[in-house]
């Protein structure tokens, strides 16, 4: 069993076409961590992945892609952990 980590953009266009690939995932026993916002929290659970919020994070700033880098990886270094 693999543990996959989405981290997406936060927005209709951008979740929509992945949740079908990430509950096939969950369907295979894969363990799938998605985060993104609140307002997605109940289509991402209906998939079987687990939910994480952005919290503070989000909105990212856009021109420092260095602190949305250093985010992405303290999760998923959490996450791989476990």
């Known amino acids: 069993m693999a543990t996959i980590l ?3 953009q936060p927005e209709q266009g951008h979740i929509n076409p ?3 690939l990430v509950a096939e995932l969950v369907r295979r026993g894969d363990r799938v961590i998605y985060y993104s916002l ?3 929290k109940q289509a ?5 992945a687990t939910f ?3 919290g503070e994070a989000y909105p990212f700033d856009h ?3 260095d602190e949305i880098e250093q985010f992405m990886h303290s999760q998923s270094s ?3 952990k476990e």
């Open 6 to 8: 989405f981290f997406n």
């Open 18 to 20: 992945t949740l079908p």
């Open 38 to 40: 609140e307002d997605f």
């Open 44 to 48: 991402i659970a209906y998939t079987g």
């Open 52 to 54: 994480q919020s952005y």
């Open 63 to 65: 021109t420092r892609a």
């Open 78 to 80: 959490k996450h791989l």
